[in-house]
């Protein structure tokens, strides 16, 4: 069974890049796609960005210009890049998996981390 | 962008009854419709996919219907373990979520 583990600093200054890692394991990342969704303390979900067991990536519009994802084959991980934050990057950040061939849902998720940015 | 717009934002209800939370897209997905339950500190556990296929290991009083832009859960006899929060998700074009209905169990 497919578990994920999200990583990473919990506090991140404003300006600077948010780095997350999410950790595969019963499972080999290139069998399958995944995504990054995050959620504001009390607020609802959203879609960050997914990326294809080949790397192909596709962004959030509302991110795009500051989101990177990628693929570590060799450690079974992925992870997110996400440069000049600000406050409104504060959120529990999520990876998961996607599932369902050419339209996929997310059906197994990681159980989240926290980052805040604040200097 | 598709917009998913769910309602009530709220709900209370009684344990056994039959509760229903709509989700309605800004054009229409087909059935590229996933609903998720949230509890508070945890992340989303999926419920339904393809707007009527109950996700392995779900119970059956959770079924989910519709086509295009208007959808529904449906939970046909509410437990104490049910409360959280319910978002809809379309995948029909990138991922958008709906803003979320809030079970609460009186």
């Known amino acids: 069974q497919v578990q994920l583990q999200e990583s990473g600093p919990g506090l991140v200054k404003p300006s600077e890049t948010l780095s997350l890692t999410c950790t595969v394991s019963?499972?080999?990342?290139?069998?399958?796609?995944w995504s990054w969704i995050r959620q504001p303390a009390g607020k609802g979900l959203e879609w960050i960005g997914r990326i294809y067991n080949n790397g192909e990536t596709s962004y959030n519009p509302s991110l795009k210009s500051r989101v990177t994802m990628s693929l570590d084959t060799s450690k079974n991980q992925l992870s997110l890049k996400l440069i000049s934050v600000t406050a409104a990057d504060t959120a529990i950040y999520y990876c998961?998996?996607?599932?369902?061939?050419?339209?996929?849902?997310?059906?197994?998720w990681g159980k989240g981390t926290t980052v805040t940015v604040s200097s | 962008d598709i917009q998913m717009t769910q309602s009530p934002s709220t709900l209370s209800a009684s344990v056994g009854d039959r509760v229903t939370i709509t989700c309605r897209a800004s054009?229409?997905?087909?059935?590229?419709l996933a609903w998720y339950q949230q509890k508070p500190g945890k992340a989303p556990k999926l419920l339904i996919y393809k707007a009527s296929s109950l996700e392995g290991g779900v119970p059956s009083r959770f079924s989910g219907s519709g086509s295009g832009t208007e959808f529904t859960l449906t939970i046909s006899s509410l437990q104490p373990d049910d409360f959280g929060t319910y978002y809809c998700q379309q995948y029909n074009s990138y991922w958008t979520f709906g803003q979320g209905t809030k079970v609460e169990i009186k």
């Open positions: 998961a998996r996607l599932l369902g061939g050419y339209y996929n849902y997310m059906d197994v």
């Open positions: 019963g499972g080999s990342i290139s069998t399958y796609f």
């Open positions: 054009q229409s997905i087909s059935s590229w």
